[in-house]
């Protein structure tokens, strides 16, 4: 039984890519023109470098070119800036991505409000940011983005319903908020000063766990048949073995919940199917197409 309550997003997320590159192999046969996504990395974060090389692989698999920018991570704001505005009029360049986190020398939000926002696939700019808010059509941050397809696939209206979201980062937990307000739901955000969070979680028709803390979210946090989108990715250690575990016990809340995401295979890989889809929306307009419909993979 438990089974039918797993939201598999390895699934979706295959479901999506393959739409993308069916979407994109017409745009490229209509134009000539191919979709290039831009990634940026600096230094030798390891997980970052896996995100990257993830990333890069991904979107070859689906047609697009993939351009690569690995620097130092003594490179100045100045040169870097550089690197984005040259990206900015790359006519190759309709996507590019500035992998975060950057070092402390640079001030990561003057680079990503320097990326046009027509080619802000990771929906960061604060242009994108106002427009997701005032909801108009905009390209809006992976994760999120793929939470709320996930949480579509069960059910697109939330009227009536109470949304709660533990974390309130700029990548994750407030545009979260903004796409469940957007399907009608009750939405509430704790975070680090919220008092009480277990009591607030109770009452979460559903709640999503976007904070970094490892299995905090326990069966007794949530109410009975909640739906559970699981953001967390953390690598610990248990019995001599590392794994990674969400931010929500999962063992403990499989029971009580009446859906919910694994970790790994639940949000992660929809963050990388949003990323393509994002370029390829973005390549839409740079080559000078109407964007068709794509409710079909929103939805
Ligand atoms: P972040 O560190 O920027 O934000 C964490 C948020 O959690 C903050 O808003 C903070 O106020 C809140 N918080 C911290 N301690 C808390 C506590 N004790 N109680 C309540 N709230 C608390 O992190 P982020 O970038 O939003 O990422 C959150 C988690 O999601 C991380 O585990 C990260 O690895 C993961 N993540 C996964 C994906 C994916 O593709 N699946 C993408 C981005 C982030």
Redesign the pocket.
């Known amino acids: 039984m438990s089974e039918n309550k797993i939201i598999d997003g390895k699934i979706v997320s295959a479901e999506i890519r393959k739409k993308v590159k069916e979407l994109g192999g017409e745009l490229i046969k209509n134009t000539g023109k191919t979709p290039g996504l831009a990634v940026v990395l600096v230094g030798d974060n390891p997980a970052s470098r896996v995100y990257v090389k993830n990333k890069i692989e991904k979107t070859k698999e689906v047609g697009f070119n993939s351009i690569e920018h690995k620097l130092d991570e003594k490179v100045t704001e100045k040169e870097l800036i550089k690197i984005v505005d040259k990206l900015n009029e790359d006519l190759n360049v309709q996507g590019i991505l500035v992998q975060l986190p950057l070092p402390n020398h640079i001030n990561s939000d003057k680079i990503l409000d320097r990326i046009k926002p027509e080619k802000d696939v990771d929906g960061f700019h604060a242009q994108n940011v106002g427009k997701l808010w005032s909801g108009l059509t905009s390209l809006v941050p992976c ?1 999120p983005l793929g939470c709320s397809i996930l949480v579509k696939k069960i059910s697109k209206d939330l009227s009536g319903k109470n949304a709660v979201i ?4 700029n ?3 407030k545009p979260m908020a903004a796409l469940l307000l957007e399907m009608n739901a009750t939405v509430t955000i ?3 000063r ?1 008092r009480d ?1 277990e009591t607030v979680c109770k009452d979460a028709d559903i709640l999503v766990a ?4 490892p299995e ?1 979210v326990k069966s007794s946090w949530i109410k009975d048949g909640a739906v559970i989108i699981d ?4 690598r610990i250690e248990r019995e001599e073995k590392k794994i990674l575990v969400g ?1 929500v016990d999962y063992n403990e809340c499989l029971d009580k919940c009446s859906k919910i995401t694994p970790v790994p295979g639940g ?2 890989p929809m ?1 990388i199917a949003c990323l393509l889809l994002n370029t390829l929306l973005a390549s839409y307009p740079q080559f000078g197409e109407q964007t068709p419909d794509l409710s079909s993979i929103l939805e």
Request: aromatic share 0%.
């Open positions: 994760t533990i974390g309130r980062s990548i994750v937990g704790c975070h680090s919220t969070i976007a904070v970094g803390i905090m953001v967390g990715i953390n931010d949000v992660g963050t």
